[in-house]
C-alpha cells in the first residue's frame, strides 16, 4: 500500500507541475515564440486556460491507473522476488 501512495504522489505532482508550470505559466501566460507554430500566431487558443485544466483532470485518471499498474507490479517483484 505504501508503493502505491508513493507512486500516486509523485504521478500527481508531476501532473501538477505540469498544468502550473509548463501549461499556465510558459504556454498560456508568456507564450514565448518558439512555442508559436508558424500560421496560428495571434490565435485565442494559446491563452485557453481552461482547456489545460481539463487535460490536467484527464492526466489525474491516467496517473491514478498507472499508478496502480506500477504500484502492483512494483509489491509483485518486492513479495516475489525480494522478500
Same mark, same amino acid.
Given at each position: 500500500?505504501?508503493v502505491?501512495k508513493y #507512486?500516486? #504522489? #509523485? =504521478?500527481?505532482t508531476w501532473?501538477?507541475v *505540469?498544468?502550473l508550470?509548463? *501549461?499556465w505559466?510558459?504556454?498560456?501566460t !508568456? $507564450?514565448?515564440?518558439?512555442i !508559436? +507554430?508558424r500560421? $496560428?500566431?495571434?490565435?485565442?487558443?494559446?491563452? *485557453?486556460? &481552461?482547456?489545460h485544466?481539463?487535460?490536467?483532470l #484527464?492526466?489525474?485518471?491516467? $496517473?491514478? !491507473?498507472? =499508478?496502480?499498474l &506500477?504500484?502492483?507490479?512494483?509489491?509483485? !517483484?518486492?513479495?516475489? +522476488?525480494i522478500?
Amino acid at each position: 500500500m505504501q508503493v502505491l501512495k508513493y #507512486i500516486f #504522489i #509523485i =504521478a500527481v505532482t508531476w501532473n501538477v507541475v *505540469d498544468l502550473l508550470i509548463t *501549461d499556465w505559466l510558459i504556454v498560456c501566460t !508568456i $507564450t514565448p515564440k518558439w512555442i !508559436i +507554430l508558424r500560421g $496560428t500566431e495571434g490565435c485565442k487558443g494559446y491563452k *485557453d486556460y &481552461f482547456f489545460h485544466f481539463k487535460g490536467f483532470l #484527464i492526466g489525474c485518471v491516467y $496517473t491514478t !491507473i498507472m =499508478a496502480l499498474l &506500477f504500484s502492483g507490479r512494483g509489491y509483485g !517483484i518486492l513479495y516475489f +522476488l525480494i522478500w
